[in-house]
Each structure stands twice: as structure tokens, then as C-alpha cells.
């Protein structure tokens, strides 16, 4: 008998961070034209006058602190990315960079360990902005049980663990089309957030031979196209039904906690329920 896990998603990529290296009007130029906002929009969107503006992005004029926020409000720009806004422009950092081991932390990290263990049987993670696993619950635990050492040691990045050969691709019966949606993610990722870690981390997953396989096939849909895409599964001989929902904090004042969500997978049947709950039981 066949049996399959379906996990749905509806994840979205993170925004990007822009160069430290460039001038701040290089900087609030290309986060403008990605949010595909003309000069006159914004200006308009900010009471400035464009002229004002363009003198900002040509370097011909130093905008204040105050600005710089209010255009980084406006485009919607990552806490991580309007520090360095700032330092660009000549101004220090506004927002905390707090480990998730910190003492500052410790209430809230105790509270999203809290909800994870409460959602057990149930798998619950929390991610970083490159989709590390930085918490999770026992039955998350049992899930990754699944993976080999190497991809089991710190981090546990969830693009790795799931496109690797001997990852959970191994067990992904719809690995052509949960593969390239992954793929989609993490290449809009690289485009948009110009970090190193994903650089190379897009570089090492290239090269897997399932995904170089990926990358040459074709992958049009069949049928009706589903809400959300699947990954499909074998898992124990029994047949497994997920959906997910992400979480993320209000209005953060700390780039970790910006960056930080939470995932929390559910049943998506009765059968479903009652394995998850079996499998809690006996530690399977």
C-alpha cells in the first residue's frame, strides 16, 4: 500500500537587504524599483517635493535621519536593511541585533518554545531569515529523524534538508513540483537579499544532481492548479495530510525578532490526526 505526507505552504521570500557597500541614494533607489514605485509616487506618498528626492538618490542632497526612516517605512524595508540605511548616510543604528540565546531574549524565547511544545503532536518550528531551524518541537524532532547526520547538523537549514538527495527529497513523490517551488523561493531570496549565506548555500544546491535534473525538466501543471503547493511524502506506511501557517511578531524593534517565524503544521485530516497523535504516544 502507498502511502503519502502532504504538506501545503504558502510562504512568502523575505525582502531584501541591500549592500553595505553602496551609497545611500543607490541604496533607496533599488529598494524603489523593487517596489516598482516611481520617484513622483513616492515623493508624493512622503510630502516631499520629487525634486527633493532625486537629489537625495543622486547624492546631490543628505537626507535626515527622520527621511530615511520614512522612506524605509513606506517601501517596507527590513529593520536589518535600515541600519544599514543609516550607517550609510552617516548615522548610527537604530535597531538592536539580540541573539535568540541573549538574556534579553529569554522571555521570548521561552514563549515560542511554549508554543511549540503546546502544538505537539503537531511539527512546529521557528526559522531565521535564511530558513535555519532555530527552535522546534518534539514532533518536528520525529519529522527530521528522517534526515542523515550531515544534514541533521547545526544549522538544520529547511532549503538542504529538503532539496538534498538524501534529504527529504528522498521521500517527496511530487519532488518535480515541491522542488521547484522551493527553487523559486530561495532564487528570488538570492536575487532580492544579495547575502553571502544564501549565495552560497543557491551555489551548493545547484550542484545537487536531483536538482541539476530539476532545473532541466519540464514541469508544466497538469489539471486545475491546487490553492497551495504540495510535497507529498511517504512517511511510515501511512498516508499523512499537512497544511502550515506562519507566524511573525508585531511591530518587532529587534532585527532576531523581525526576522524570526514561526511554523506550525496541522492536519489536514482525520487519519492525519490520529497518526501524529500515535506517533507522540510510541516516540515512532
Not at 522551493?182 to 538570492?190: A, E, F, S
Not at 537579499?193 to 548555500?201: K, N, P, T, Y
Request: charged share 20%; hydrophobic share 45%.
Amino acid at each position: 500500500m502507498s502511502h503519502t505526507l502532504t504538506i501545503l505552504s504558502n510562504r512568502e521570500a523575505a525582502a531584501p537587504a541591500a549592500p553595505s557597500q553602496a551609497g545611500i541614494g543607490t541604496l533607496i533607489r533599488e529598494w524603489r524599483s523593487l517596489r516598482r514605485q516611481s520617484q513622483m509616487d513616492l515623493a508624493l506618498d512622503l510630502d516631499i517635493s520629487p525634486r527633493h528626492l532625486s537629489f537625495v538618490e543622486t547624492g546631490r542632497s543628505k537626507p535626515s535621519a527622520e527621511l530615511l526612516m520614512q522612506i524605509a517605512a513606506r517601501l517596507d524595508v527590513p529593520l536589518r536593511t535600515r541600519n544599514t540605511w543609516l550607517l550609510a548616510a552617516g548615522y548610527a543604528p537604530r535597531y538592536t541585533e539580540q541573539g535568540l540565546d541573549s538574556v534579553h531574549m529569554v522571555q521570548v524565547r521561552a514563549a515560542v518554545q511554549r508554543l511549540l511544545d503546546t502544538h505537539d503532536p503537531y511539527p512546529g518550528v521557528a526559522l531565521d531569515r535564511h530558513w535555519n531551524v532555530v527552535l522546534h518541537n518534539q514532533a518536528a524532532a520525529r519529522l527530521m529523524s528522517l534526515l542523515p547526520p550531515e544534514l541533521l547538523a547545526a544549522p538544520l537549514n529547511i532549503f538542504r534538508a529538503s532539496l538534498h538527495p538524501q534529504g527529504f527529497a528522498a521521500h517527496t513523490k511530487n519532488f518535480e513540483e515541491w522542488g521547484n517551488y522551493l527553487l523559486q523561493i530561495l532564487q528570488r531570496q538570492m536575487l532580492n537579499a544579495r547575502d553571502d549565506a544564501i549565495m552560497a548555500l543557491v551555489e551548493e544546491i545547484h550542484a545537487y544532481p536531483n536538482v541539476q535534473t530539476l532545473k532541466n525538466s519540464s514541469h508544466g501543471g497538469n489539471g486545475e492548479p491546487a490553492l497551495l503547493v504540495p510535497c507529498v511524502m511517504e512517511l511510515h506506511g501511512q498516508a499523512l495530510s499537512l497544511f502550515t501557517t506562519l507566524t511573525t511578531f508585531g511591530s518587532p524593534r529587534d532585527i532576531t525578532l523581525h526576522e524570526l517565524c514561526v511554523e506550525l503544521f496541522y492536519p489536514a485530516d482525520v487519519q492525519t490526526e490520529a497518526f501524529l497523535k500515535t506517533m507522540a504516544d510510541t516516540g515512532v
